[in-house]
């Protein structure tokens, strides 16, 4: 029996790209586990200390950008509360590892009925959270619900639509019974969506944790780092490190002094690509090239929302297709990546990278081309447009946004660049209310061109094509997923819905004798320590 690299036992891998999960599920994917017997229950979780953290402690200190604005990361569609919480802290039934293999978590085993609809799981039986309380069929139904009829963030809700009913069978077996068949809701069910916390920490879930992974909330220092430390009744492989401190820095140049003078073990995605020669001494540093699923995207306001979500409050001009194309055709994207991101990173043409199963390049499709975007700018009564350009402050975003303001500027586009504070301001002013023309931030969710289908999501586009080619996508073979999903991306390249810079590269540097760092960020956003060893 295979053992995983971190702690009991999962299923063998059934996913290497989405495909393979529709193939895989409907076998009868079972896995043994095994592990340390955890301790007794030992009452509620402890109030998080704001001690710091003893000298001798075996710690691992990790360099971030984005911080979240809620220890809940069920609360929000920002990636940086996965990132330091998604299988640190949070479990979930199943779960992504590093290749992009679905495997056995909470779930020692799971089934699915021959019509696809209708999923089984048995939960291993030595699953407790942090508290020491045992992770029941009836905590997990919880969760589900709360999902689905809670307040949780609009994509993770968007997952759990497909869900009719879920039900505890018995104290360790879970059955949901989806209302359609789904391509993609067991994938969904290793991020945020799938998440298991204890019920008994829902209300307090913003600002303490309550889960059943290696490490649990030590302190959060808002606008400074979270802290965590290791779960000492944890029920499987215990974490290697006493603490583990996420710190987050808005100036990636702050970040690298703070590698390169030794207060860091590893900066988990570089922000200035440009500085990547600062860290050549192999001696003392490894540098790591590889993938995301992040795609950093201008997004417009295309001014649509279903009733009951604010309108918002971008410029009308931009529900003119010219108006969207002539914006795309106005900048130069290669140059944009160079002069930004040092070149490093993928130019797309859509809400898909390369590692996609429905990839298609598609960023040819509307070159550099100044003068056609001035006649496409005539041609829709556009020529005195002026724009405002909200980008978070993250530093891909405000550099591009320097860039881009010059160039539509050379078409006669008027920009207007308001920097708005991550999370919190840009998530209320831009994903949330919709107020903005222009704006730019990295989507690093998998398979998230499905955003695309939802007029509530703040792109705030309609298009019933894209919807229907979304839905057949979701609901067909691998084959009719990879067609539909790909039509759906080359209908919102044609409408212009965006603008798609590049895909985001992962570089992580390292200190010498920190290993165990996975090459590629996966799609599960989790930012996973557990994997991870220190000389």
């Keep these: 029996m295979a053992k995983s690299d971190r702690r009991p036992a999962g ?81 979930t039934l199943v779960r992504l590892d590093a290749d992009g293999d679905l495997k056995a978590l909470l779930a020692q085993s799971w089934n699915v009925t021959p019509d696809n609809l209708t999923y089984t799981f048995r939960l291993n039986p030595l699953a407790k959270f942090s508290d020491g309380s045992a992770v029941t069929a009836e905590a997990v139904v ?12 609009p994509k993770l809700k968007k997952a759990m639509e497909v869900v009719a009913s879920s039900e505890a069978v018995d104290p360790g077996t879970v059955s949901v019974t989806l209302s359609r068949p789904s391509v993609t809701w067991l994938f969904d069910m290793a991020g945020a969506a799938g998440i298991v916390m204890n019920p ?15 490490l649990t909330l ?30 987050y820095f808005k100036d990636p140049n702050a970040m690298n002094a703070s590698m390169l003078s030794g207060q ?10 440009e500085t990547i020669a600062q860290f050549s ?9 590889g993938s995301t699923e992040g795609e950093v995207t201008m997004a417009i306001n295309n001014g649509a929302a279903p009733e009951g979500v604010p309108p918002g409050t971008g410029n009308p001009a931009l529900k003119d297709v010219r108006v969207r194309q002539a914006i795309t055709l106005a900048i130069n994207r290669q140059a944009l990546l160079d002069t930004v991101w ?29 003068e056609r975007a001035k006649a496409l700018l005539a041609e829709a009564g556009q020529t005195n447009l002026t724009l405002r350009l909200r980008p978070p402050t993250l530093p891909y975003a405000t550099k591009a946004a320097q860039f881009i303001a010059s160039q539509l500027g050379a078409v006669g586009i008027t920009v207007q660049v308001e920097e708005l504070q991550f999370p919190r301001q840009w998530i209320d002013t831009a994903m949330t209310n919709a107020d903005y023309d222009l704006t730019i931030v990295a989507h690093v969710e998998p398979r998230d061109l499905t955003t695309f289908a939802n007029p509530a999501y703040y792109w705030r586009y309609d298009n019933p094509a894209v919807q229907e080619a979304v839905t057949k996508a979701g609901e067909g073979t691998v084959d009719q997923y990879a067609a539909e999903m790909r039509l759906a991306a080359r209908l919102i390249a044609e409408d212009a819905a965006a603008v798609w810079l590049f895909a985001l590269p992962n570089l992580v540097v390292t200190k010498h004798g920190v290993t165990g ?16 060893a220190k000389a």
């Design 264 to 273: 860091l073990d590893i900066i988990s995605n570089l922000q200035a690509p």
């Design 11 to 91: 299923v063998r891998p059934v996913r290497r790209g989405l495909a393979a999960v529709v193939v895989a599920v409907a076998l009868v994917l079972t896995g043994c586990t095994g592990g340390q017997q955890p301790p007794a229950p030992t009452g509620t979780d402890p109030a998080p200390t704001t001690s710091a953290p003893s000298a001798d402690a075996r710690s691992l200190v990790i360099g971030a950008t984005a911080e979240p604005a809620t220890l809940d990361p069920t609360a929000t569609d920002a990636a940086a509360g996965p990132q330091a919480l998604l299988y640190n802290v949070y479990e």
């Design 142 to 153: 919880q969760n589900i619900e709360r999902i689905r009829t809670g307040t949780a963030a």
């Design 200 to 214: 008994a920490g829902f209300a307090d879930a913003g600002s303490t944790t309550a889960g059943s992974g290696p």
């Design 342 to 370: 040092n070149g490093k990173g993928t130019l797309i043409g859509s809400m898909a990278v390369p590692t996609d199963p429905y990839y298609e390049d598609l960023s040819g499709m509307y070159p550099y081309d100044p």
């Design 281 to 289: 001494d192999t001696s003392r540093f490894s540098v790591i090239e």
């Design 517 to 532: 760092v996975a090459q590629n960020a996966n799609s599960s956003l989790s930012f996973d320590v557990t994997t991870i």
């Design 218 to 247: 030590d302190r959060w220092t808002p606008g400074d780092s979270i802290a965590l430390k290791r779960n000492e009744s944890y029920w499987g492989t215990p974490a290697r490190f006493d603490e583990v401190t996420f710190r």
